[in-house]
T-cell receptor, first 112, second 115 residues
Framework: GESVGLHLPTLSVQEGDNSIINCAYS??????FIWYKQESGKGPQFIID?????DKRQGQRVTVLLNKTVKHLSLQIAATQPGDSAVYFC???????????FGTGTRLQVFP | DAGVIQSPRHEVTEMGQEVTLRCKPI?????LFWYRQTMMRGLELLIY????????DSGMPEDRFSAKMPNASFSTLKIQPSEPRDSAVYFC?????????????FGPGTRLTVT
């Protein structure tokens, strides 16, 4: 039969604009969340994490927001640069497991 | 630190052949994870080790897949016999059990093509 690949949602932004990437996580028991960035031909790279006792955490040019009520995460990238072009994954886990569950990813494209 | 090292970076083999992928985790890390990434299924956890002991292999697709970690600095993922549907990028990741932190450091991956 015909195989159907994952259709990665794509976000296209202009250089210098802010980007917001969203993620719906699956397990209401998850209490720790991570955003990873994967550039073409490379492995995923840690960006920022957040625990469930927080609803916001800021890093350098990045902010993660957590809404546990609707099981939603977002990653905000300020002043997006060409080097930010990549696929971004959210991942979830909980205190009683060592396993990360990755989302399907969002492709961010930055154009000049 | 050189990071997680994987070899080979690319592997092309014929159906039925044995394939062995190798991983050297970051020195001092307690956990080692093997993932598979495909367009069909995204990033899937296959198996992980803690202190060289396999903890959860529920993600291993079938008996053709096996993984070992003979010591803290080396792990292998073996596919025997390989099939075209095994074509994917295989990642190894390691992490340090440090309180409540789950940051996993990924290697560059091995792109496997089975013809």
């Amino acid at each position: 039969g015909e195989s159907v690949g994952l259709h990665l949602p794509t976000l296209s932004v202009q250089e210098g604009d802010n980007s917001i990437i969203n993620c719906a996580y699956s397990n209401s028991a998850s209490d720790y969340f991570i955003w990873y960035k994967q550039e073409s031909g490379k492995g995923p790279q840690f960006i920022i994490d957040i625990r469930s006792n927080m609803d916001k955490r800021q890093g350098q040019r990045v902010t993660v927001l957590l809404n546990k009520t609707v099981k939603h995460l977002s990653l905000q990238i300020a002043a997006t640069q060409p080097g930010d072009s990549a696929v971004y994954f959210c991942a979830e886990t909980s205190y009683n497991t060592d396993k990360l569950i990755f989302g399907t990813g969002t492709r961010l494209q930055v154009f000049p | 630190d050189a990071g997680v090292i994987q070899s080979p970076r690319h592997e092309v083999t014929e159906m039925g052949q044995e394939v062995t992928l190798r991983c050297k985790p970051i020195s001092g890390h307690d956990y080692l994870f093997w993932y598979r990434q495909t367009m069909m299924r995204g990033l899937e956890l296959l198996i992980y080790f803690n202190n060289n002991v396999p903890i959860d292999d529920s993600g291993m697709p079938e008996d053709r897949f096996s993984a070992k970690m003979p010591n803290a600095s080396f792990s292998t993922l073996k596919i025997q016999p390989s099939e075209p549907r095994d074509s994917a990028v295989y990642f190894c990741a390691s992490s340090l059990a440090q309180g409540y932190s789950y940051e996993q450091y990924f290697g560059p991956g091995t792109r496997l093509t089975v013809t």
